[in-house]
């Protein structure tokens, strides 16, 4: 069946350094892919979306890129800042199923 | 303010005792569900609903019952609780034509004793 498969965390960084965490999909169809981020104490929120091949999602400075050919949506920040710290999940849907599989998450710690 | 709330936030019980948590959201949305978080599985869904009086299964739902008698009101009911239920609840909603940008509610946080 459908899946994803994100990079292990904890991921800590400083404040200012570059981001990226990894998320790789498995799915017989043509999914939209998802960045869903969970801050401490809350549920999570839509970051970012692409729903199909070579879209870019981005908002907040957050970037990711529908790749097709090796089935991946990496999320990247140029500079984060410490409210960046969360966790944040990938995700993808197939229309056909009606439903969200979402990665295991990742967690995000930034040092000032 | 569009929002799903979600009651208890934190609940701690003992095996065996009937509870319900309460979804409740406020924007007219057509599809609701929930999830069960664990560390390092990530969200699994529960229980799924369309619509009114439509619900499915989704990929954990043993143990679980959930109905939807009103467009805004999902709750979860766990009828006899059990220690593996122990874990973080979300209730989400979005619209049907965009079922996929969900809303998510706050969270509860369950321990079963």
């Known amino acids: 069946g459908d899946s994803v498969t994100q990079m292990e965390g904890p991921v800590t960084l400083s404040e200012e350094a570059f981001l990226t965490i990894n998320c790789t999909y498995t799915a017989t169809g043509y999914p939209s892919l998802f960045w869903y981020v969970q801050y401490p104490g809350e549920g999570l929120q839509l970051l970012l979306k692409a729903t199909k091949a070579d879209d870019k999602g981005s908002n907040k400075g957050f970037e990711a890129t529908y790749r097709k050919e090796t089935t991946s949506f990496h999320l990247e920040k140029g500079s984060v800042q410490v409210s960046d710290s969360a966790v944040y999940f990938c995700a993808l849907s197939d229309s056909s199923a009606s439903k969200i599989i979402f990665g295991s998450g990742t967690r995000l710690s930034i040092r000032p | 303010e569009a929002q799903v709330t979600q009651n208890p936030r934190y609940l701690i019980t003992v095996t065996g005792k009937k509870l319900t948590v309460t979804c409740s959201q406020n924007?007219?949305?057509?599809?609701m569900s929930w999830y069960r978080q664990d560390p390092g599985l990530g969200l699994r869904q529960i229980y799924y609903s369309m619509n009114v009086e439509v619900t499915d299964k989704g990929d954990v739902p043993e143990g679980y019952k959930v109905s939807r008698k009103e467009k805004r009101n999902f709750p979860l009911i766990l009828e006899s609780p059990s220690p593996n239920q122990t874990s973080l609840y979300f209730c989400?909603?979005?619209?049907?034509?965009?079922?996929?940008?969900?809303?998510f509610g706050p969270g509860t946080r369950l321990t079963v004793l």
């Open positions: 989400a909603s979005s619209s049907r034509d965009r079922y996929n940008e969900q809303f």
């Open positions: 924007m007219n949305h057509e599809y």
